[in-house]
């Protein structure tokens, strides 16, 4: 599976462990570059994908495209492992001399990155740049921490439901239109076909899980005065938890086998033929299309709580942004806009699959893909993000969610018992934050 899925599509516990140091580290010194040199070399730091040849293609399109405007500004890319990108980012916050003037970053790190100092807020610049007005709504939120732009979307993943087409026809029913729908279909299939989860669910699966919650109009935190405080114990949200705790059973993803499973875990089990359902990203196209099940699903987006509504997702992806220290702002700032334009979005999409922030390049690359259709739709429908705050990463980090949801599977806990102990730590988290 491509590095979108790990960045975009985090199972909690395998992706963002690394955060801690980021969400708990101390602020940094003030950075601040004390000078703007429009010559000489441009660091950027990219994210390396599993397969990174089509990618270093389009970001050497992108140099050679920005170097016709710069001829006195020379550019070095490196490509950084994404399971060390926290320390390694963290260290280029505390040694400027070292550091990179632009980086590739995920995008539920920004609010960390923001609190530790390390970058640039290039508001006036996004907000005066032409192509930035048909930004995506959720994606410009992920750049956003306290109404400034720290960076530029660079692209977006999002969550439908995959379906094996084989086993709805053998069993003579329909793509679900409704949760409810979802979940008794989800019981129907494992009792014809005990040998297939209906569902493939994750206890650990924190984005396969926040459509139920949003659905039922539950959320992850309230906003108030720039500080947050946890919505995950709110009546809405306990709904929307008991329904997606509800797939785990014997009537369709055992428990013991289903509550330590993350996101890719689930992807896995749909690929390889074990579930006739998941909830997978547009990311796990490659890795679904590599399975036993090639020719043989389809996918729509999520159904809501009514026929017609699309059950909000986490819009996930990634974003590039300028340091603070750097000390070539102005054409570090005309390359971020060289990377996240919309010529280089079309070409990641095209070499990499990744889906563009900008919702017009989306429509065309919809007409041009037709597996894109359903999360274009899903996307258009209303995506969400997570808190912009530097507390998130502590939370992810610390497993509060997934341990909610594992408590709950298990019997340990009922709803409104997990849900409110889960509240409690991430109000702790925020309150830690600042």
Known sequence: MKLSARIAAPAAALVLAGLTATACAPQTSDNSAKKDEKTGTLRVWLFQEVNNKPKEQVVDAAVAAFGKEHKDVKVEIEYIPVETRAQKIKAAFNDPKSAPDLIEYGNTDTAGYVKDGGLADVSAEFT???????????????????????????????????????VFKELGIAAPKTQDELVATAKKIHKAKPELYGLAVGGAYTYGAMPFIWAQGGELAEESGGSYKAAINSPAAQKGITAYTSLFGDDNCPAAKCASMGGNATVTAFASGKAAMVIGGDFSHQAVEAGSVKGKYAVVPLPGLKAGETAPAFAGGNNIGVLKSSSHRTPAVDLMKQFAGKETQRRLFDAMGFLPTYTDVRSEVAKKEPFVDPFVRTLGAGAKFVPASPGWGRIDASLVLPTMFQEIVSGKKDVVAASGDAAKKMDAAFAAAG
């Not at 921490?145 to 094996?164: H, Q």
């Open 128 to 166: 005066a740049w032409d192509e930035a007005k048909d930004t995506d709504p959720t994606a410009r939120q992920s750049v956003t921490v306290g109404g400034k732009i720290y960076g530029a979307p660079l692209f977006v993943g999002v969550r439908a439901l995959y379906y094996r087409t084989d």
